[in-house]
């Protein structure tokens, strides 16, 4: 316990070096450094040599959304024994909060009475296969955990806390286990406590810019708290009643915005599928007739994190805007609003609402 309290201490007077929780979703270009500490205690039979704090650290870039490539470097010092970790990985972004991984890693132990496993030293070439999992708590806090196999009887895992300091720092405290061959017969493991930060740096957004609602002019707001029901007037004006909707339907319809209709998105995506291309038939033809001003307002479900969902919701609301464009829609005409996740759950929150302000 001493040793835990000493460690984190260490990790939280230590903004300089960094070992973060593993990263799950990647920019382009975007690199991450990190270098830290853990207090590895090594087993093999009936040997024990007592834990010693080890460096570790590494680097990862962003080659694209859904790809990183890695370098890790993990030491393996105890009381009496010595070795070293050295991992390349290929990382694949499933969703914000899962990757997958395959590389390499050769695991180096040295020092070892011949009493442990029959030999002194020993150097495993693995291959291996892992996964990364994060699940946010709120905005700043999430926890993660980590696990791979490999050839050589090889088993890593890893759990955490994380902690956003800022978009590009984070805070960690965890705790790291490795097993892997020592012979024919025995195993060697290694365990204990980690913690540090990790700095991130560059990268291209491709998922677009978060826009703000600054168009005061419009009249569109959302409201803080809305009614059980809200009403609409009619598109088709004459003498057409106005129509109830409930309040939880993808309608908001102030003074003079006018709802026309929703596309909708598979989840964590933002591609805009061919049935609703069709479905905005009707909005392009009234835009390229009119000229009038639309609002197109994003929405995401609640999965992600705060930011990602701003980040997704943007995303769709390009992807309407870039299709309408494509079909002579006045691009200047088309003002974009991200409300991200708020309010919203399941599948009909991802999506974008088209008004027609007029």
Same mark, same amino acid.
């Given at each position: 316990m001493?040793k835990?309290?000493i460690?984190?201490?260490?990790?939280?007077?230590v903004?300089?070096?960094?070992?973060?929780?593993?990263?799950?979703?990647?920019?382009?270009?975007?690199t991450?450094?990190n270098?830290?500490?853990?207090?590895?205690?090594?087993?093999s039979?009936?040997?024990?040599?007592?834990?010693e704090?080890?460096?570790?650290?590494?680097?990862?870039?962003?080659?694209?959304?859904?790809w990183?490539?890695q370098y890790?470097?993990?030491?393996?010092?105890?009381d009496?024994?010595?070795?070293?970790?050295?991992?390349i990985?290929?990382?694949y972004?499933?969703?914000?909060?899962?990757?997958?991984?395959?590389?390499?890693?050769?695991?180096?132990?040295?020092?070892?009475?011949k009493?442990?496993?029959?030999s002194?030293?020993?150097?495993?070439?693995?291959?291996?296969?892992?996964?990364?999992a994060?699940?946010?708590?709120n905005?700043?806090?999430d926890v993660?955990?980590?696990?791979?196999?490999?050839?050589?009887?090889?088993?890593?895992?890893?759990?955490?806390?994380?902690?956003?300091?800022d978009k590009?720092?984070?805070?960690?405290a965890g705790?790291?286990?490795?097993n892997?061959?020592?012979?024919?017969?025995?195993?060697v493991?290694?365990?204990g406590f980690?913690a540090?930060v990790?700095?991130r740096?560059?990268?291209?957004?491709?998922r677009?810019e978060?826009?703000?609602?600054?168009e005061k002019?419009?009249?569109y707001e959302?409201?803080?708290?809305?009614?059980?029901?809200?009403?609409?007037?009619?598109? &088709?004006? /004459?003498?057409?009643?106005?129509i109830?909707?409930? $309040? @939880?339907?993808p309608?908001? #319809?102030?003074? +003079?915005d006018?709802?026309?209709?929703?596309?909708h998105?598979?989840?964590?995506?933002?591609?805009?599928?061919?049935?609703?291309?069709?479905?905005?038939?009707d909005?392009?033809?009234?835009?390229? &007739?009119? /000229?009038h001003t639309?609002?197109?307002?994003g929405? $995401? @479900?609640?999965?992600?994190? #705060?930011?990602y +969902?701003?980040?997704?919701?943007?995303?769709?609301?390009?992807?309407v805007k870039?299709?309408?464009v494509?079909?002579g829609?006045?691009?200047?005409?088309?003002?974009p609003m991200?409300?991200?996740?708020e309010?919203?759950?399941?599948?009909?929150?991802?999506?974008?609402?088209?008004?027609?302000?007029?």
């Open positions: 001493k835990t309290l460690m984190l201490a260490l990790a939280a007077s903004t300089g070096v960094a070992f973060a929780s593993p990263q799950t979703s990647f920019k382009e270009g975007q991450e450094i270098v830290g500490m853990w207090d590895a205690e090594a087993h039979n009936s040997y024990k040599s007592d834990g704090w080890n460096f570790l650290g590494g680097v990862t870039y962003g080659i694209n959304e859904k990183a490539a890790q470097y993990t030491g393996l010092h105890t009496h024994t010595d070795g070293n970790m050295n991992e990985n290929a990382l972004s499933f969703h914000p909060q899962v990757a997958g991984y395959v590389g390499w890693n050769r695991i180096y132990m040295k020092d070892f009475p009493s442990a496993f029959g002194d030293n020993q150097t495993n070439n693995i291959a291996q296969i892992g996964v990364i994060r699940q946010p708590i905005d700043v806090v993660y955990a980590r696990g791979a196999l490999g050839t050589e009887d090889t088993s890593i895992w890893e759990a955490g806390v994380n902690l956003a300091l590009n720092v984070d805070l960690n705790y790291h286990y490795m892997t061959r020592g012979n024919s017969e025995n195993n493991s290694y365990k980690i540090g990790s700095y740096f560059g990268g291209k957004d491709h677009g978060v826009f703000e609602d600054t002019d419009l009249d959302a409201q803080a708290e809305e009614p059980s029901v809200v009403t609409i007037s009619s598109n &088709e004006g /004459g003498n057409a009643a106005p109830e909707v409930p $309040a @939880d339907e309608v908001k #319809a102030p003074e +003079n006018y709802y026309m209709n929703s596309v998105f598979d989840s964590d995506s933002a591609a805009l599928s061919d049935s609703q291309k069709a479905n905005l038939k909005f392009i033809a009234k835009a390229k &007739e009119t /000229g639309f609002k197109l307002v929405r $995401a @479900d609640p999965t992600g994190s #705060a930011d +969902n701003k980040e997704l919701a943007a995303r769709r609301i390009e992807s870039a299709y309408a494509s079909q829609v006045d691009g200047s005409k088309l003002i991200v409300k991200g996740a309010g919203a759950t399941g599948p009909e929150s991802r999506r974008v609402d088209v008004f027609e302000h007029k």
